[in-house]
């Protein structure tokens, strides 16, 4: 029986405090070998973390569906949306239309067409999430990454010098985590305690069934 007060939501928020929105960034972005360093990547506004999701297969017995996991999907791996604020000189906007031409040529000056259909290890995002002290506590990794879209930027020659943004959807392959140096929480009465109780009763079940089979060993002598 879990005992969750006020007490223990204040304990364990000050063990392991909260994610906020700001508290996330891309550290390292390269695309065909080409990368963005930090004063570029300054610039990025908003992403988010990768998803990842099970495909579902569904049978029907006597009226009764039953489910079955199937092959892992890596979520939003063709649509990975990053926003970045737009830089004067429109740098950003034009190195992304840069890496997208180097995938999706259509001219015949490289000798053929789709220069890199598919991207190789030189195209990969690094996103670090962190905690209050700017520690990584969990780095994303985003391989065979590539440009998808570069969407056009909207003027108003009326306007109140609002600064321009602009979003850029990737795509990628696969992504992997590799945690920080995580402490690991244990609540007093917790998954820790659960499971030494779990435990027991296994070896109590275990004691109990050898009891039993002795004594059907004995009856039948």
Known sequence: ??????????????????????????????????ALGDDDLVYLKSMSLPSKKAAISTVKYFGVEIH????????????????????????????????????????DNPGRLNVSPVPGLDSYAVIDVLDDNLETVASYTLNGLFVVSTPGIAYDLSGAGKVQEFKVTLGYQTWDVTPGSIPQYESPGGAGALGNVLNTLRTVNSIVRNVKSISKAIRKK
Request: glycine share 6%; aromatic share 14%.
């Open 1 to 34: 029986m879990t005992d969750q007060t006020l007490n223990t939501f204040y304990r364990v928020a000050t063990e392991r405090g909260f994610s906020r929105d700001y508290q996330a960034r891309v550290s390292q972005l390269v695309i065909n070998g080409q």
């Open 68 to 107: 079955s996991t199937g092959v892992r999907d890596y979520g939003d791996s063709k649509n990975w949306e990053l926003t970045f604020l737009t830089d004067q000189i429109l740098y950003l906007k034009q190195w992304f239309e840069q890496r997208l031409e180097e995938v999706a040529d259509n001219t």
